[in-house]
Structure formats: structure tokens, C-alpha cells
């Protein structure tokens, strides 16, 4: 199947270093310590975060840092097919596993020792790239949540068909079986934190897309910074500065 | 006194932002505020005793669904998808189609529902909708008319499956899924099928779904919840979860336009004499009416909205 058309226009009509439009909003649960939705194309989740607050199961507290924990759970109707079991299922096992690594290597966790940190990670329609989708909502929730951080994390995925690198996978496209590389990244800190490939590539055209990726990554840390840059400014203005 | 209360009224609003009441807990003094100022027909917030929070409306919210909503009533928010499958009629009801409802409490919406902590409230919610919505076993007095479902008798039919997510909870839940539904359900298109004639009684005939043309579903017979929440001598409409945290107990009335009673529950363990609960189910039909009005407009704007884009 011709994931890239000899004019070099891709299945949705994007070139093959175009991102998919990129959409966030701060605050999106009322009731959570910090909340966001973040948007790529049609890939939409909701993070929320709740704490620092008291540990639950006193057996997990840690003396000198934070407990960090996640769930990223999928809603039944997100995918086209609609999945009977929206969570215990292993690959969103291994996708909240992912996301807490992920963010506890970035959050100051050694400043609220005994504490507890949760991330919850909502997907509301699955148009591949949902990690990464998670991992910048997470990013702006625990922003908004006011919990210290070494940096901001982004994260973006990338592939190879067609004998083309392809920024941000669309569903179709991940299904392709072609190689899907996920990359997260500090980017003032210029550090990557999460790296993740499946199928196989050759190890010269494995650094193009990674590279890729990581470009795409410091485009949405751009895009992540604006937001909250604005958020910040009508939270001043509603204090009256 | 009356200082005091002020004062409790600010810490009321800034601990709201932020704070999980269910978590943190009231004060004694906020208890005394609430049902005090429930008593006088002013709570918290401001609003009278049978009104209801700004509901907002979102429909079309989820692409691949053939129909969906976003409620978002105060700080709750639900959004429900409704996507139809074709299937095989139950040999109980060979002429209708199924639909089964199913509501999930997102983890987002509080930390207790992380892992499986949601479910009871998932099933709780998802049994008190199926009964509203319907209907009794043989299917008589649905809401949803389940015969429009069917495309060949005892052969193929519409499976409609409503999945329901709670986002965000601030209180009365059940009322946002049920206004969420109604939306959703006016949401949705299902696909004309061609039948193709001529097919052997026993065998499967072949069917076309078409791509283009929908038929859109008719939610007039679908009804709306409401649900009177009791605290000490009256009762409200749209509590918040820290007025449900004070209620001794609540019914939950579910009415047509016709005012026709579809489904009813009670919660809470306080019991209730027979004459409060006939009364609340008058007050339920009289709030029913605006309920109904200004979701059908709310759902009108949000379908012309959607239209637009």
C-alpha cells in the first residue's frame, strides 16, 4: 500500500515532516490539582493530576521522595472497533508504565518526600501517537498543578515506510508494520528521556528518525511553552496584575 | 452570626478551587452553612432550591461514533458516544433491535476510581439508566423505540451501544448522563440499509449499508432524569457532591415530555415516608418541564453549532 504518493503527499494530505495540528487546554477537569486535554490531529486525551497529597497505602510511602503513580486508561469508544475492557489490559499496563518512568525522571521528587503524586491519563480517541499524546498532557497537567519539574517532557513519534521518514503516525500508518519510533525529551535540558522502537530498522536510517522525532519533540515544546506562557497571562489578569 | 457565615461563604469558594471536598471533608460549620442556607431557599452558590447549574451542550464530539455529546452541568462533565453494529435479533424479540448502555467513571474525575475503585458506581449508574431508558422485559414503555432498530425481522437488526464517560464529578451525575444521552441520541445518524430481496428464509440475506445517507434517530419518547436530593426538610435539584455529602436520601425520577414516569430510584438510607415521596415526584414532573425545554434548545444550538464548523 502506498503510504506516500509520488508527489510525496502522505494518506491525510501532510508532507512527511509535518506534524498533525497540535491542540491543548489548561484546566480541562474541574475537580483535579491540575488538568489538561492535548490534541494531535485526531488523537485527543485528558491528564489529571492529583497532589502532592497523602500517601493511601502507607506500605508504598517513600521517606525521601514522592511516590509517583499513573493510569492511562482508553474510553470504549475511542478506537473505531469498540474495546469491551477499557483498562487492566496489558498494553495499558505498559503504557502506564511508560508514562510514570517518564515523568519521574523529571519531576523534583526529592522536595515532597512521603508524599503522593498521581497522573491519570484518559484517552478519548485514539488516532495513533496516543503515548506521546499522553506524556504532553501529562506534561501541562502536572504544570498546572503547580509540582515542581527539571523541565518540560515532550514526546513525539516517528517512522519509516515508503522508504520515507514520516513525522507523528496516524492509526493507519502505525498499523502499517512499519518501524514506530517514539522519542521523549527535555528540551532546554536536551536530554532524552524516552525511547521506544518496534519492528527493525537499519542503524544509519534509524538515526534520521530518531532525529525526526526529536525535532517534532522540541516543535510541541515550543507549542506546550505557548500555552502555558497564555494560560499564565489570563491567570494574571484575573488577579487583577 | 452573620460575619461568621460570610466568612465561611469565602472559605467555601477558595476551597472549592482545587480542593476535592470528598477527599478533604466538611467542617461542622460548614455543614450547619449548607443546610442552613438550603433551609432558606439560598444555597451556596447562590442558586434557589430547584434550580439548576448553567448546562452547557457539545454534540459531535467524537468522530467516529455515529452520534455523541459533552454535558457539562457546573463542574460535571460526561461525554457518551453512541455507535450502532449490525447484529442478530434475540429470539425473545425477533422484531426488535438491542441497545446496551454502559457507563465508565474515568480515574480523572476523582483518584478512588483508579483500577477497579469505579466500577461500583459504573454499574450502579449504568442499572439505573438501562431501567430509565429501557423499559421493562418484554421492552414495553422504552424510550428508545427498539422496533425502528429492527431491519429484518428475526435476521438482522441495529445493535446501538451507548458508552458513557464521567470526566469530572461535582454531583448529580446521573441527571448529566441522562441529558448526555438524550443529546447523543439526537446526535445520531443510523445508516439506511438496502436489503437485498429475494433470500432464502434460512439464510442470512445480504445487506448494503450505505455511506451517504442517515436516518436521523427519533429521541421524543427519550426522558430526562432528575433527581431531589433531601436535605433535612426540602429538597434540591442539582446538588454539587458537597450538598450530596449532607443529603439523608435521594430519589431519582425519570420523565417524558408527556410527564409519563419511565423509571424511578431511590438512594440514601434514610427511609422516606410514602406522602415526601409522592411530593418529590410532583416537584420532579414541574422541574421536568424547563429541564426538558432548555436541554432540547441547549441540543438545537449545539447541533446548528456543529453544522457550522
Redesign the interface.
Known sequence: MEYVNPEGLRLDGRRPMEMRQLRAEIG??????G?AMFEMG?TKV???V?GP?EV?HRSQMVNDKALI?C?Y?M???S??D?TRK???DRRSTEISLVIRQTMEACILTHLMPRSQI?I???V??ADGGTRSACINAATLALADAGIPMRDLVTSCSSGYLNSTPLLDLNYVEDSAGGPDVTVGILPKLDKVTLLQMDAKLPMDIFENVMQLATEGCKAVANYIREVLIQNTKQLEHRRGV | MFLVDVSILYFCNVSAI?Y?VG?VGLSVGEKHFIQGGIAQDLRTDGRKRLTYRPIFVETG?????NG?ARVKMG?T?V?V?V?A?LGRPSSSAPDKGKVSI?I?C??????QF???GGEELSMELSAALRQCLLGGKSGAGAGINLSSLSIVDGKICWDL?I?G?V????GNILDALGAAIKAALSNTGIPKVNVASAAPSDEQPEVDVSDEEFLQFDTTAVPVIITLTKIGRHYIVDATSEEESQMSSAVSVSINRQGLICGLTKRGGTGLDPSVILDMISVAKHVSEQLMNKLDSEIAAAEAMEEES
Open positions: 480541562a477537569v474541574s475537580g483535579a490539582d488538568s485526531n485528558i491528564a489529571a492529583y497529597r493511601q503513580r493510569e486508561t474510553a470504549n469508544f478506537t473505531g469498540r477499557p483498562k487492566g498521581d491519570f491519563v484518559q478519548l480517541q | 482545587g476535592y477527599m464530539v467524537i468522530a467516529q461514533a455523541s463542574r462533565e461525554i458516544s455507535k453494529e454502559y465508565d474515568s480515574p480523572t474525575a476523582a483518584p483508579e483500577g477497579r451501544y458508552d464517560l470526566i469530572s464529578m461535582d
